[in-house]
């Protein structure tokens, strides 16, 4: 269901003039609403927008957009409170993220094909992990970041993030997209730095005092589904005792 109020007029058969309201409902997006007055003009050939913004729930997206023919599309905006379950279909099947994000992006279209940036801060949130026995581990997460620069199909991406009171993880992947046949294929490393390893005592049973700073590098690449993983870590400074082994 939409609903659209505009004022304006047309000259040398192009329109234009302010929107007024714009509500997109039941989409299977959810509710989607104009949230101020936006300037907007087109004709058979272009359309320009300035400030559009649109809202749902908290939710927000503003961009001032515009296309023409000869120069195809350019798009500049900002993201507030975007859920990041909107990325499951893109990540591994083991994977979720709770939360939402905050960014912005510059888009636009070179000889038909979408180029430029995508830039994503995440407030202090959590990420679950689930391991092939079913058992799930929920992380908290702080000062995320992801950038991305976008060259049609190839997506070149970094990302790093604080996992509190685990340690630093970075990582940097490049994106091959496949829309013919939904098969995504990545490439990439992760560096994950633990100053202590405490927190798994509990993995442990029956051991006393583990202790040690962990680091680790991990590639990565094949289907984004289901990509190969292949690591390798380094502990300095281990202790663990086992007691009943006289350890």
């Known amino acids: 269901i939409v609903t659209l109020i505009a004022n304006g007029g047309w000259t040398n058969q192009m329109w234009s003039?302010?929107?007024?309201?714009?509500?997109?409902?039941?989409?299977?997006?959810?509710?989607?609403?104009?949230?101020?007055?936006?300037?907007?003009?087109?004709?058979?050939?272009?359309?320009?927008?300035d400030n559009f913004c649109i809202g749902n729930n908290k939710t927000q997206v503003c961009t001032s957009a515009s296309y023409a023919v000869n120069t195809g599309l350019a798009a500049k905006g900002t993201l507030r409170e975007a859920p990041l379950a909107l990325l499951k279909p893109f990540l591994p099947e083991s994977i979720e993220f709770s939360g939402t994000a905050n960014g912005s992006y510059d888009i636009r279209q070179n000889n038909g094909n979408p180029v430029g940036t995508i830039n994503f801060k995440l407030p202090k949130s959590s990420f679950l992990i689930k391991g092939e026995d079913d058992e799930s581990r929920m992380f908290t997460y702080e000062d995320a970041e992801i950038n991305a620069t976008i060259n049609n199909r190839t997506i070149k991406a970094q990302a790093a993030m604080k996992v509190v009171n685990r340690g630093d993880f970075?990582?940097?992947?490049?994106?091959?997209?496949?829309?013919?046949?939904?098969?995504?294929?990545?490439?990439?490393?992760?560096?994950?730095d633990i100053p202590n390893i405490n927190f798994a005592q509990?993995?442990?049973?029956?051991?006393?005092?583990?202790?040690?700073?962990?680091?680790?590098?991990?590639?990565?690449?094949?289907?984004?589904?289901?990509?190969q993983i292949r690591g390798q870590a380094e502990i300095k400074n281990g202790y663990l005792r086992l007691p009943e082994a006289g350890t």
């Open 170 to 192: 970075s990582s940097k992947a490049i994106l091959q997209l496949s829309p013919e046949n939904g098969k995504h294929t990545i490439e990439g490393s992760a560096n994950f």
């Open 202 to 227: 509990e993995l442990i049973p029956r051991s006393r005092g583990l202790r040690g700073a962990l680091s680790s590098n991990i590639t990565f690449s094949g289907l984004l589904s289901k990509p």
């Open 17 to 49: 003039g302010i929107l007024q309201t714009l509500q997109v409902l039941d989409s299977e997006a959810g509710d989607w609403k104009l949230q101020k007055q936006a300037r907007v003009s087109f004709s058979k050939n272009s359309f320009s927008s």
